[in-house]
């Protein structure tokens, strides 16, 4: 049987949020919605019994989400300047 207070449904649901925004974070707005869930799973978590799944799940998340993030600034870098790039202006 479990005991009172132990239970870390939300701190390995916000782990799992976590690997899934790092994984998905190619596309960003997937990597972002997962880790914001993730995070708020994280701080439920944290605020029931504070543990490690918890801090490790928010890590996760953050690292997901700043990922999210730099993947939709070099995807738009890349598509509004996709007419000005020519095979000869990366070779020289």
């Known amino acids: 049987m479990s005991k009172e207070g132990s239970d870390n449904s939300f701190g390995i649901s916000s782990v799992n949020m976590g ?31 504070k543990n490690k799944w918890a801090l490790a799940g928010i890590i996760l998340n953050i690292i997901g989400i700043t990922l999210s993030i730099l993947f939709y600034i070099a995807s738009f870098y890349i598509l509004s300047n996709w007419g000005s790039i020519s095979p000869s202006s990366i070779n020289s």
Do not use: A, D, E, N
Not at 21 to 26: C, D, G, R
């Open 19 to 49: 690997i899934l925004s790092v994984l998905f974070s190619i596309i960003p707005i997937f990597g972002l919605i997962l880790g914001v869930i993730g995070i708020i799973f994280g701080i439920i978590q944290g605020k029931r019994t």
